[in-house]
C-alpha cells in the first residue's frame, strides 16, 4: 500500500535557526496536507498544496509540492519557541480521497 | 460553535472489555474518520465515513467497528480490548472527502 516517509523524526534547533522537514510518497499524490500537533494538543490544519512545484507561503512558513508530485517539503525560517510541536505531512492513498495517510511527523524542539 | 467533541478525555479498560468511544460534530460536515496515534507511528486511519449510513475501513480496522447513523455521531466501539489497543484516539470531520481535517481533543485509552 502507499507510504508517506517523514525525515527528519526529531530536529533540536537553537531559536532563530531554520527547519525544513521533507515528506515523500511511495505514489503520486492528488494533493498534499501538512499539519501542526502542539504537544499535548491535536493536529490543527495548515496547508494544502494541489499543483505540482507549487510553492505557499504563510509568514516564516514555506511549503513546496515536487514536480513529480511525491514529495513536499515544510521549511520554517528563524524558528520561534511558539513553533515547537509535530509536523505531520498527508495525502490521499490511492483514488480514495477518504484514506488520507499520514507521514510519521517530525518533532521539531526550539532551544531558546 | 464546538467543532469536533470526543469523549471521554481519558479511559482505563482492562483487557476484555468494551466500551464506545464518543465523536460528534457541529458543522454539518459529511466527511467523519477515527485515528490512532502511537509514539514514532503517525496517525494510522481505523475507519472513516463518507456520509451517514456509509462507513469504510482505514490501515489498521481490526478489534473496532463503526456506524454513522447520524451527520454529526461517529461512535468508535472497541469490542474487546486488548492492551495493543492502548493509544491515542482522535476523531476528526471535513467538509467532504479531500477537504482539510478538523480534530477533537482526542481520547488517551489504556487497556491493562
Known amino acids: 500500500g502507499q507510504q508517506v516517509m517523514q525525515i527528519p523524526q526529531y530536529q533540536h534547533v537553537q531559536e532563530g535557526e531554520d527547519f525544513t522537514t521533507y515528506c515523500n510518497s511511495s505514489t503520486t499524490l492528488s494533493n498534499i496536507q501538512w499539519y501542526k500537533q502542539r504537544p499535548g494538543g491535536h493536529p490543527v490544519f495548515l496547508i494544502q498544496?494541489?499543483?505540482?512545484?507549487e510553492v505557499k507561503k504563510q509568514k516564516r512558513l514555506t511549503f513546496q509540492f515536487g514536480e513529480a508530485k511525491k514529495n513536499s517539503s515544510l521549511h520554517i525560517t528563524a524558528t520561534q519557541t511558539t513553533d515547537v510541536g509535530t509536523y505531520f505531512c498527508?495525502?490521499?492513498?490511492?483514488?480514495?480521497?477518504?484514506?488520507?495517510?499520514f507521514g510519521q511527523g517530525t518533532i521539531l524542539t526550539v532551544h531558546p | 460553535n464546538a467543532g469536533v467533541t470526543q469523549t471521554p478525555k481519558f479511559q482505563v479498560l482492562k483487557t476484555g472489555q468494551s466500551m464506545t468511544l464518543q465523536c460528534a460534530q457541529d458543522?454539518?460536515?459529511?466527511?467523519m474518520s477515527w485515528y490512532r496515534q502511537d509514539p514514532g507511528m503517525g496517525l494510522r486511519l481505523i475507519h472513516y465515513s463518507v456520509g451517514a449510513g456509509i462507513t469504510d475501513q482505514g490501515e489498521v480496522p481490526n478489534g473496532y467497528n463503526v456506524s454513522r447513523s447520524t451527520t454529526e455521531d461517529f461512535p468508535l466501539r472497541l469490542l474487546s480490548a486488548a492492551p495493543s489497543q492502548t493509544s491515542v484516539y482522535f476523531c476528526a470531520s471535513s467538509y467532504d472527502e479531500g477537504s482539510p481535517l478538523h480534530f477533537g481533543n482526542g481520547t488517551r485509552l489504556t487497556v491493562t
Open positions: 458543522m454539518n460536515h459529511e466527511y
Open positions: 498527508a495525502g490521499p492513498s490511492g483514488t480514495s480521497y477518504g484514506k488520507l495517510t
Open positions: 498544496l494541489v499543483k505540482s512545484g
